[in-house]
Nanobody
């Protein structure tokens, strides 16, 4: 329903930081939002998601403590702050939106429930 455009992907060194942004063409104040990535030769995997109000955040175990998802409903945007980056974090990162709220501890990281997807932004972590 809404169009999403990611930005901020760059070439960055190991242990460096990067902040990704995702802008929506329409109102996303009632949407849950998520970040996903697809590394070379691998399937798409879940990174993080946030509920409509920002009160609930879910992360993949591999990024907990290093990545932070946040949102600004007034600006129709969602962000992903990435710290202490590793070479294995190299991937195309995409943002997504769903109108049906996720159930904490049950259907988190459910790609099929996300209705809108951006094309992605490339992140390359180099040693």
């Amino acid at each position: 329903q809404v169009q999403l455009v990611e930005s901020g992907g760059e070439l960055v060194q190991v242990e460096g930081s990067l902040r990704l942004s995702c802008a929506a063409s329409g109102r996303i104040n009632e949407h849950a939002l998520g970040w996903w990535r697809r590394a070379p030769g691998k399937d798409r995997e879940f990174v993080a998601e946030i509920n409509w109000s920002g009160s609930i955040r879910n992360y993949a175990d591999s990024v907990k403590g290093r990545f932070t998802i946040s949102r600004n409903n007034a600006k129709n945007a969602v962000f992903l702050q990435m710290d202490m980056l590793k070479t294995e974090n190299t991937a195309v990162y995409s943002c997504s939106a769903r109108r049906t709220p996720f159930v904490e501890g049950f259907d988190v990281a459910d790609g099929q429930s996300y209705e809108s997807w951006g094309r992605g932004t490339q992140v390359i972590v180099s040693s």
